[in-house]
């Protein structure tokens, strides 16, 4: 069966510090990745996706990037982290078929102060 | 514009009680609708998901309609129980996307009081 992880599961960072948010897929192969991000009262925001190793598209201009190094491994990076930044992040996983169902990952609580 | 909008924003009912959570889209052609259960600090789990040719799919107490004519989907929860206290999460898939793109709805706030 297939699972998703998500680390750390929180993380408390000062304004200006890097961040490094990791997901990891089992049990699937070449799957389509994506990271969102769910500030308080608000819907999930696709911030990136990724069809395979090294291809990464961006959603939205912001200070945050992505990599995806490894098939199943897909990694939100910033050199500087800012208020706005602060948030609820989640990974999650589809594969290509006729519903495209995303399954996601248990999310990282980013607080930074 | 947010092509999904859900309503109410959130929603405070007795155990025991039914209650019905609404959601409009405008996604158009679109390839499902989906709705999604997410507790609180975790990632959201599908609870059901529609194509455009249903108008109606249960999952134990919780049965989704769908009307493709006015682009309006609905959520019946029965005999609620506290577990059920999550935000409720609309979401719809437009034909054609390739990479599983996603339009979601803010969610409905479910608290369910014993």
């Known amino acids: 069966s297939q699972t998703i992880h998500q680390w750390p599961a929180t993380l408390v960072q000062p304004v200006g510090s890097p961040l490094s948010l990791e997901c990891t897929v089992e049990g699937t192969s070449n799957p389509n990745l994506y990271w969102y991000r769910q500030a308080a009262g608000r819907g999930l925001q696709l911030l990136f996706y990724?069809?395979?190793?090294?291809?990464i598209s961006s959603e939205v201009p912001q200070n945050l990037s992505a990599s995806r190094p490894q098939d199943r491994q897909f990694i939100l990076s910033s050199k500087k982290l800012l208020l706005s930044d602060s948030g609820f992040y989640l990974c999650?996983?589809?594969?290509?078929?006729?519903?495209?169902?995303?399954?996601f990952g248990p999310g990282t609580r980013l607080t930074v102060t | 514009k947010n092509q999904v909008e859900q309503s109410p924003q959130s929603l405070i009912i007795l155990e025991g009680k039914n209650c019905t959570l609404q959601?409009?889209?405008?996604?158009?052609?679109?390839?499902?609708l989906r709705w999604y259960k997410q507790d609180t600090g975790r990632g959201p789990v599908s609870l059901t998901i529609?194509?455009?040719?249903?108008n109606t799919k249960s999952n134990g107490r919780y049965t989704a309609t769908l009307d493709a004519d006015t682009k309006q989907s609905s959520l019946h929860i029965t005999a609620s129980q506290l577990s059920d206290s999550a935000s409720y999460i609309c979401v719809v898939s437009p034909r054609g996307s390739t990479l599983g793109r996603l339009y979601f709805g803010r969610g409905t706030q479910l608290t369910v009081w014993p």
């Open positions: 959601c409009n889209y405008t996604v158009s052609p679109f390839s499902n």
């Open positions: 990724s069809v395979g190793i090294g291809q």
């Open positions: 999650a996983w589809s594969v290509e078929g006729a519903s495209y169902e995303q399954y």
């Open positions: 529609m194509t455009f040719s249903e």
